[in-house]
């Protein structure tokens, strides 16, 4: 094959790796933001359910009540998500043996493509209260 004939096939794929390229990288930009968006979920999720099991063990703690235990488990949540943590409600009950904190809210997802798309999450947390009891 001649240099003329071969340097004129390689005129013609100069543009084919851009449009490769290209492609490419859409698909690893679209990858990337949904393992993103998984690691900021799973983030959440372990942030909530810290959040009540720390806040059912403080007002379990002798002394404390329900309402010390859901102060907690908002502390918590403020500072593991910060401003997101105010779309969270967070409950407490308390009965003779136990302390039982909840917590549930709508995490926002980043999907660009998507507005106003969020996942629920929530978790309950439950601690028998510390102390001394009579009886067998």
């Known amino acids: 094959m001649s240099k003329a004939r071969r340097a004129s096939l390689r005129r013609g794929e100069t543009g084919q790796t851009m449009v ?4 490419a990288i859409g698909l690893v930009i679209i990858v990337l933001i949904g393992a993103v968006q998984i690691a900021l979920v799973y ?5 909530t359910t810290t959040a ?21 488990a908002r502390s918590v949540l403020d500072s593991g998500l910060g401003s997101r943590s105010a779309q969270f409600s967070v409950s407490a009950e308390e009965s003779d043996e136990s302390v039982t904190v909840q917590a549930q809210g709508d995490y ?4 660009p493509w998507v507005s106003g798309a ?4 929530s978790a309950t947390a439950e601690v028998r ?8």
Not at 52 to 67: D, K, L, N
């Open 43 to 47: 983030h959440a999720r372990t942030v």
């Open 108 to 111: 926002p997802l980043i999907i």
């Open 20 to 23: 490769e390229f290209a492609i």
């Open 52 to 72: 009540v099991q720390e806040g059912a063990r403080f007002a379990a703690s002798e002394g404390r009540t329900a309402t010390d235990g859901m102060e907690r």
């Open 129 to 136: 209260k510390e102390g001394f009891r009579s009886g067998p």
């Open 118 to 121: 969020s996942t629920t999450i």
